[in-house]
């Protein structure tokens, strides 16, 4: 099946800088991929949507000048988190649909940032 | 609004049987997603429903009723590596998945 990848896996920075999380489709094509994020005990809550060529789309509450959001090709979205703050430590997990259609979603393996 | 519940944790004893119910109320409905996920790892698809009725996969089973809005997840036969939180996650109008808080299912030898 379709592999989606992430880099790195875990990050620790600290408060202040900027951190790329990056996350590809391996062997297949996404015009749009989505962004996640996950605090403990917590379900994933949807950050934004990446489309390949334009603007990202951005959920209701979350900064877009703090989570930079750039699709520049088919197969790599990135997510840079801005002057990270502690509050920022989360696991963030992208997925792409599939070419069956909507119900196909492949997973990247997701991303553990600690900003201290 | 959008809302999905699923019960935020259940129990079960290794080699019994657990059923995981969902409900959902969203905009628009395009089918029922089930995920597993481990402690520090991303949802793993389980199954997907868009019809009423039961699918069964091996020792999972989903089954849906849309004029309902609810779902549920059966496990069998249960191991101890299926201790893990369970996603449930709907596809709404616009195909964008809502998600439940996620049910942990802790297994008892």
């Known amino acids: 099946g379709a592999v989606v990848s992430q880099h790195p896996s875990w990050v620790i920075c600290k408060s202040g800088t900027s951190v790329k999380i990056e996350c590809r489709s391996l062997?297949?094509?996404?015009?749009?991929m989505f962004w996640y994020r996950q605090f403990p005990k917590q379900s994933l809550m949807l950050m934004a949507t990446?489309?390949?060529?334009?603007?990202?789309?951005?959920e209701q509450g979350v900064e877009k000048d703090k989570f930079l959001i750039n699709h520049a090709s088919l197969t790599l979205s990135t997510l840079t988190v801005t002057s990270a703050h502690p509050e920022d430590s989360s696991f963030y997990i992208c997925s792409a649909p599939g070419t069956s259609g909507p119900h196909e979603q492949y997973f990247g393996p997701g991303t553990r940032l600690t900003v201290t | 609004g959008q809302n999905i519940d699923q019960p935020t944790e259940m129990t079960a004893t290794e080699g019994a049987i657990v059923q995981i119910n969902c409900t959902y109320q969203t905009s628009g409905f395009n089918g029922l997603f089930w995920y597993q996920q481990h402690a520090g790892e991303a949802p793993t698809f389980l199954s997907y429903?868009?019809l009423d009725g039961l699918e069964e996969k091996g020792r999972f089973s989903s089954f849906l009723s849309r004029s309902k809005g609810y779902s549920y997840l059966l496990l069998k036969e249960l191991q101890m590596k299926d201790s893990a939180s369970y996603l449930c996650?709907?596809?709404?109008?616009?195909?964008?998945?809502?998600w439940g808080a996620g049910t942990k299912l802790i297994i008892k030898p």
């Open positions: 990446s489309n390949e060529g334009s603007k990202a789309t951005y």
């Open positions: 996650a709907a596809l709404d109008s616009n195909y964008q998945l809502i």
């Open positions: 429903n868009v």
């Open positions: 062997d297949f094509q996404a015009t749009t």
